[in-house]
């Protein structure tokens, strides 16, 4: 693991350096690790509810409603296409204008 190997390195050098810095560097390589489990949980978090929201878009009776499809267009783009809001918003905008046309004629 580097950074077992990296206070390997510290501990090697301590006889030349302070003892203050050593600790100093171990603090902050504690505090780092702490900071990266909070972020892999608050990762595998938002990765579980995103996992929720597709698997609900994916069922029969909802994946062919425009919302579904929409969102799945938001689920499944390629980081570098930045339209995908764009066009999810205009697939929402198309049904909602549908549906407010076909209200209107019933009238």
Known sequence: MKIQLFLEAVQALAPSSSEFEF???TKEITDIKVSIDLLEKERDFYFA???DVE??????E???L???VAI????YAADENKDSLAE????????MSAEQAGLSDDS
């Open 66 to 68: 425009p919302m579904s």
């Open 55 to 60: 698997v609900l878009c994916q069922t029969p």
């Open 49 to 51: 509810k995103l996992r």
């Open 88 to 95: 999810a918003q205009d697939i929402v905008s198309e049904l």
């Open 72 to 75: 799945k267009k938001i689920l």
């Open 23 to 25: 600790q100093s560097m």
């Open 62 to 64: 909802l994946k062919n």
